[in-house]
């Protein structure tokens, strides 16, 4: 099993930056795709950027190419997603999520937003709330 607490959520004005923060424990050798993912009230969880084991590659949801920038430190265990020019639509809770999984396997006839289904672990989520 792997455990994921997220961190570094809150409440920001529009154009304002925030960066999220993933550590897991447990059998984190075993974990090799990482994600982040979101949910706002009434919608589904959908993927927002996805990072190989290696960290050399990277997946992005149309909706935020050019402003999020996912990265990860295996050495930390952690994962991390910088947030940049967010907009009120960013608004949503944020899931840190793992799989022992390749992301290439993964992506396999998903794109990122879809890709939850490709997911075994999941945090708790942290909430980002954006206000214009």
């Known amino acids: 099993q792997v455990q994921l607490v997220e961190s570094g959520g809150g409440s920001v004005q529009v154009g304002g930056s925030l960066t999220l923060s993933c550590v897991g424990s447990?059998?984190?050798?075993?974990?090799?795709?990482m994600g982040w993912f979101r949910q706002a009230p009434g919608k589904e969880r959908d993927g927002v950027a996805l990072?190989?084991?290696?960290?050399?590659?990277?997946y992005y949801a149309d909706s935020v190419k050019g402003r999020f920038t996912i990265s990860r430190r295996n050495a930390k265990n952690s994962l991390y997603l910088q947030m940049d020019d967010l907009r009120p639509e960013d608004t949503a809770i944020y899931y840190c999520?793992?799989?022992?999984?390749?992301?290439?396997?993964?992506?396999?006839?998903?794109?990122?937003?879809?890709?939850?289904?490709?997911?075994?672990?999941w945090g708790q989520g942290t909430q980002v709330t954006v206000s214009s």
């Open positions: 990072i190989s084991g290696g960290g050399f590659t990277t």
């Open positions: 999520a793992a799989d022992r999984q390749i992301c290439a396997d993964i992506m396999r006839g998903r794109k990122v937003s879809n890709a939850r289904t490709g997911f075994g672990y």
């Open positions: 447990g059998d984190y050798t075993s974990v090799n795709c």
